[in-house]
């Protein structure tokens, strides 16, 4: 008897992944729960477990194939010695995943008269290959019923998906900036790379980019081409929220199980700026604007694999102790690739601290549809000026980014200057003012 192993449901949004690594070979003996294979997707790193416990048969996807909710990636075979041998139950799936290969492949052969009206650079499955288009209807049930919520035609839409297929991304992208750029624009041409000297060519080393570091790359792009984005600067004497947290640092680990670091504070301090200026926790909707009265904030973290954003929900509903065990659960899991997609969707505000990079000074680039996005930077010692003395003092600059389609100047200077207060009297932060 044989268990199939199957792509499982990957999350909202999220229609496919790609085969990075199968840890077993077939042959081997799996027990139950065993990781298998790894699958990258355009937001998350995850594990596919053994669904039983015995030898792993014949893997019927390789190692760089894309695969989609619910696909039979192979199976476990039971008794030994069967892994080496397909079992013959096996060959309709086989054949199964061969005829929907075919038919895949078959597709872009259909439409090679077309021009391509994807994404340059996305959505290809082969050196040169352009981005087809596919059929309205094939674009999937979260984009029909945003085309059909919002009037937005799908098939004026450049698609970023597999086949040039319009996902949610690029439908919420195409509401976002209205009536006027429904129609497909051309596709601006890529430039090529220019050839390297034979030399230098042969000390390069050439490695296709994972789902997640496309993705990135991606929405880094598209906020950049959406949004009106503006940095404002400010900077925040941290000597009150230093002294703080060393006078209770051990007591706070020892009560609480977790350091208190900088993290928690500056969650609480842009909290309240937020509900002292509510544009910058809004975002754009077609004509509409969407006012947020709940607090999502996305921590960002940095992996070896690329950023990740975990969301902090309702963390005006916690302490600074509730937010930075809530902090170092994530960077645990993130450096661990455990993060969930639903531990990633939903921010409505995110913060970044390049300081533990040593950055001093930064512009962030918004995570959207958020509207705003803090940049923390290292502390360092400056001369400042107070009650008529230079004194040296641990200053951090603040970089606050912006939508100005939604958040004015003087919007945005405000949300800077109160968090600012709150941190230079970290009283605020606890008797909420």
């Not at 809530?326 to 455990?338: E, N, Q, S, V």
Request: hydrophobic fraction near 40%; charge should be neutral; avoid cysteine.
């Amino acid at each position: 008897m044989a268990t199939d192993i199957l792509v499982p449901t990957l999350g909202e949004s999220v229609s496919e992944a790609t085969i990075g690594r199968w840890f077993k070979k077939p042959g081997d003996t799996v027990a139950a729960d065993e990781p298998l294979v790894e699958l990258e997707t355009d937001k998350v790193t995850l594990e596919v477990n053994a669904p039983a416990a015995g030898e792993l048969g014949e893997i019927l996807v390789k190692d760089g194939e894309t695969v989609e909710p619910g696909a039979i990636l192979g199976s476990i075979v039971e008794g030994s010695g069967a892994g080496a041998k397909k079992p013959a139950a096996k060959e309709a799936p086989k054949q199964a995943a061969e005829t929907k290969a075919e038919s895949r492949s078959e597709a872009p052969k259909a439409a090679a008269g077309k021009a391509p009206e994807g994404n340059a650079g996305y959505g290809n499955h082969g050196e040169g290959a352009p981005a087809q288009t596919r059929p309205v209807g094939d674009n999937g049930p979260a984009v029909a019923k945003l085309a059909r919520e919002s009037g937005v035609d799908p098939s004026g839409v450049n698609g970023s998906g597999k086949d040039g297929r319009v996902t949610k991304g690029d439908m919420l992208g195409a509401i976002a900036k209205g009536p006027s750029s429904a129609p497909a624009k051309e596709a601006r041409p890529t430039l090529p790379r220019a050839p390297s000297a034979p030399d230098d060519a042969s000390r390069e080393e050439r490695v296709r980019m994972t789902k997640l570091r496309q993705t990135i790359a991606r929405r880094l792009k598209d906020a950049q081409d959406t949004a009106a984005m503006l940095t404002t600067f400010n900077d925040v004497d941290m000597s009150a929220v230093m002294a703080m947290r060393s006078q209770y640092k051990d007591i706070f680990e020892k009560k609480h199980g977790t350091k208190l670091g900088f993290m928690g504070f500056f969650t609480k301090a842009v909290i309240g700026a937020l509900k002292d200026v509510p544009a910058v926790n809004a975002e754009i909707d077609g004509q509409d604007l969407v006012y947020k009265n709940y607090y999502h904030i996305g921590i960002a973290v940095g992996t070896d694999k690329g950023l990740v954003v975990p969301v902090v929900r309702d963390a005006d509903d916690l302490s600074i102790a509730g937010i930075e065990k809530k902090i170092a659960g994530f960077g645990k899991k993130a450096r661990d690739g455990k993060l969930s997609i639903e531990e990633m969707q939903g921010g409505t505000f995110t913060i970044t601290n390049g300081g533990i990079y040593g950055s001093l000074m930064s512009t962030p680039i918004l995570n959207a549809p958020q509207s705003g996005i803090l940049g923390m930077h290292r502390i360092e010692e400056r001369p400042v000026v107070r009650n008529g003395k230079i004194e040296a003092r641990p200053m951090m600059y603040l970089a606050l980014s912006y939508d100005h389609r939604i958040v004015d100047g003087k919007e945005a200077v405000t949300f800077l200057v109160r968090v600012k207060e709150a941190l230079e009297d970290p009283a605020r932060l606890v008797l909420d003012l």
